[in-house]
């Protein structure tokens, strides 16, 4: 085995505080965090100070990684979002795949194009893709925005803006389309159908990219729709491939945020939250941006940290240029990406058990025993470098962050009595072991169709969430889908040798 590797960029105060050192790194460049739940927000950028916009792949050691070899090759990972911008010159060379659009214009039928040069509905999806796959370069050629795994194949899928408009008059809306059946969702599904979940376009395109064969699926939006997207999920999960999601940014609008908790809540789902480039929790203020104040709040299944703050993307919220970027929005492809560099050193490692070696290598330390430090920081910065030093194969093939029984440590509230059923968990609010694997063993894999049997009654955690939210409410923000199969076991792709 290699030597340990930790971030070796100089570390401020620890991020995840004296309790956890060994989760715990601070980045070099002084920055300030605004961002908001809604696309991409950012702010025009001079070529001159570009370079310390990339502050995040110098603190993940991209140019180490991409030196020896790790670059995501043979790794699938589906974006789920609006729109995206194939032909800016930060993704020019990527290996991306446009799998489809699932919003049409109710007059014509005629899908929405999810290609479009339009910032206003691309550059949110595009900031992600360019954050698993920039080549560094932009338009001028000057410094771009660089991917975390620059030779990973993105499949993309488009599922518009809500109500989008369909020009600059504002009178026609697209509603949610299966391209595939050629035919508008049937939105009034009652919630004991099992194709209840197609009535949303982001968790329908998230199980389409798991069957798809993706390797990892990403999805940075916040959802109000809880059984739409536990359909989706428990594919998923059945499946082995980690849905990769966002939690909210830094915002002073509790009433939204306790109302749109998808999919991020989930029991299995890899919710992820952002640092700056300090080491510090994203936090709000200024008038640069939309006001947000305090702190990111993360989420009580929080799983990862990544760089969230003063993030070089191909866009401002105006125009197509090299602009500053904030949000989770950006950590989660990051998470993301280490899962795929983690897939891609040891094939024969499945998805779950390099989210068991990422648990594990968090932070500049090395290898330590896991530790959720709390809502806000969860087991720590992903460091990519670490985890390449650990074979995640030895570890046991099952999602960490999947919690099975109310007799899990992670379900017990502070101070309170420990839960007598999972409904009472303060991990998640489902699903449940028995919802995802009906026939009782988690062996029943792959890919699976919801059934009535899954679906046919709303859960318990869903009867004291729906008190909370809005059903099909959705905040903007950016999905990224990426599928991983549960066994790659059979791949013939062998690891590359590094120094």
């Known amino acids: 085995m290699k030597p340990q590797v930790g971030l070796t960029l100089r570390l401020g105060v620890s991020l995840l505080g004296v309790r956890s050192a060994t989760a715990a790194v601070g980045l070099a460049v002084s ?80 899908p929405v194009p999810a290609v479009s040069d339009d910032v206003a509905r691309a550059g949110h999806g595009t900031s992600v893709v360019a954050m698993l796959v920039g080549n560094g370069t932009s338009a001028d050629g000057g410094p771009g925005t660089r991917g975390i795994v620059p030779d990973a194949e993105v499949w993309f899928y488009s599922t518009g803006l809500p109500n989008e408009s369909a020009g600059d008059d504002g009178g026609v809306k697209c509603e949610n389309y299966d391209g595939a059946r050629g035919e508008f969702y049937d939105t009034d599904l009652p919630s004991d159908s099992p194709d209840y979940f197609l009535g949303r376009a982001d968790s329908y395109a998230a199980w389409n990219a798991v069957r798809d064969g993706a390797d990892i699926v990403v999805y940075s939006r916040v959802d109000g729709d809880s059984i739409g997207w536990t359909s989706a999920l428990q594919t998923a ?133 896991p530790e959720w430090v709390d809502r806000k920081k969860g087991y720590g910065l992903a460091n990519p470098m670490s985890l390449l030093n650990v074979d995640p194969a030895t570890y046991p093939d099952e999602n960490p962050l999947f919690v099975e029984s109310a007799d899990d440590p992670r379900c017990i509230q502070a101070e309170e009595p420990a839960p007598t059923s999972m409904d009472l968990c303060r991990w998640s609010i489902g699903p449940t072991f028995e919802e995802v694997w009906p026939s009782g063993t ?58």
């Open 442 to 499: 988690s062996e029943e894999i792959g890919p699976k169709e919801p059934s009535p049997e899954a679906t046919a009654e709303w859960p318990a955690w869903a009867t004291v969430a729906i008190v909370l939210l809005v059903v099909g409410v959705a905040g903007t923000a950016i999905i990224v889908p990426i599928a991983v199969s549960r066994s790659r076991r059979g791949k013939t792709q062998q690891a590359q040798q590094r120094v």
């Open 237 to 369: 999960l059945r499946a082995g491939v980690p849905i990769v999601a966002g939690t909210p940014n830094p915002d002073g609008d509790i009433t939204a945020q306790t109302r749109l908790n998808y999919p991020y809540k989930l029991n299995g789902v890899v919710a992820v939250s952002g640092l700056d480039n300090e080491g510090n929790i994203l936090s709000g203020g200024g008038d640069r941006l939309d006001p947000m104040f305090g702190e990111a709040q993360g989420s009580s299944n929080l799983g990862f940290l990544s760089a969230g703050s003063e993030l070089l993307v191909p866009s401002s919220a105006e125009a197509w240029g090299p602009s500053l970027g904030y949000g989770t929005s950006l950590a989660t492809p990051l998470v993301a990406g280490v899962i795929a560099l983690g897939l891609e050193e040891f094939p024969e490692a499945t998805a779950n058990q390099v989210l068991q070696a990422m648990m594990r290598t968090t932070g500049p330390n090395g290898l330590h025993e």
């Open 31 to 110: 920055a300030v965090l605004l961002g908001g739940v809604g696309p991409v927000n950012a702010v025009a950028l001079p070529e001159n100070e570009r370079s310390s916009a990339l502050w995040y792949a110098d603190g993940l050691r991209f140019d180490e990684l991409q030196a020896q070899g790790a670059t995501g090759e043979g790794v699938k990972i589906a974006v789920i979002d609006a729109a995206l911008n194939p032909d800016v010159a930060e993704l020019a060379g990527a290996n991306i795949t446009v799998k489809g659009s699932y919003c049409a214009f109710p007059d014509t039928g005629t």
